[in-house]
């Protein structure tokens, strides 16, 4: 199982990010806040059920209000918002979340497979 770096109230930190891009797996970055009822109430708890589930990615929730900076620097301007890090890669690319219907975590999932496959095919 892969290490998941959040915890339910945004405790997780730049350096959880730092050190989750460090691995050997590509990185899925979260800027949420706990006054947004999308992350509140659907996706922190749906990035630990993918979390749960898959060992092929390293996923980072972090807040977008206490890690203001990062979240700046990196173009976050609303929540929530995604990072992908290709593995070796110092520049995110975007990760797109669209979700239509069904369960939060299964969308997680198809579209990280599909950020995935993306990649092997380069």
């Known amino acids: 199982m892969m290490s998941f770096y959040v915890i339910i109230a945004f405790a997780a930190a730049n350096s959880d990010l730092e050190e989750a891009r460090k691995g050997t797996t590509p990185v899925l970055a979260m800027f949420c806040s706990k006054s947004n009822t999308l992350c509140a109430d659907h996706l922190v708890g749906a990035f630990a059920k993918v979390a749960d589930r898959r060992d ?8 977008a209000y206490k890690d203001r ?13 995604f990072k992908w890090w290709p593995v070796a890669s110092d520049q995110p690319e975007p990760f797109y979340f669209v979700h239509y219907a ?21």
């Open 69 to 81: 900076k990062l979240a700046s620097k990196l173009g976050v301007h609303q929540v929530p918002a």
């Open 56 to 63: 092929d990615v390293a996923l980072v929730a972090l807040s």
């Open 102 to 122: 069904g369960d939060y975590a299964d969308t997680l999932d198809t579209l990280i497979d599909a950020k995935l496959r993306a990649h092997d095919e380069l």
